[in-house]
């Protein structure tokens, strides 16, 4: 009697009763709107660029791989777009205004970043993993989702920002 209990069970397992995660930053999909506070004491929306080919970056300042991206975004990305309609929106994930500010000024970043010390705006794109880059159509939806960060990345990014801007110029 026992064994034939035990077949039992194993044969059909109970089904799962936890809900299903919010499925988050999937490409083919609307970027999650928010609003995000920048070191410069401004404030961007994601929809005040609607129009403009996006990459939204997360990074954290502890990170070496996102401070090698974060070092080379200025001329491989930032210098080369500058007269399109792309705009770059870089993110920190988790740490204070101080830190971000240190860590900006010791690299030389000259680009505005943004500061999400709570992480709410990175949990509606992703919940693990830095860096994080995502490529957002001029109509808002999500072209291009890639964790890491190297020379094949960097190339990707940039085909893929290109060929979204020849889409819309």
Known sequence: MKIGT???FAAFPKRSRRKRKPRR?????EAPHFTVGMLDDTA???SDLQGNVVLLTFFSTWCP???KQMQQMQTQIVD???DRKFRFLP??????QQTVQEFCRELGIA?????????????LYATRYVPRNFIISPNGKILLSETDYDATIQRLLI???EQALQTTE
Do not use: H, K
């Not at 930053?25 to 999909?29: L, M, P, T, Y």
């Open 111 to 123: 680009f505005s970043v943004g500061l999400d010390p709570d992480m709410s705006i990175y949990s």
């Open 91 to 96: 993110i920190n994930r988790g740490e204070t």
């Open 159 to 161: 085909e893929q920002i």
């Open 6 to 8: 035990v077949v039992e």
């Open 80 to 82: 080369r777009f500058a």
């Open 44 to 46: 961007i929306t994601l």
């Open 65 to 67: 791989t996102c401070r």
């Open 25 to 29: 930053g999937r490409v083919g999909e």
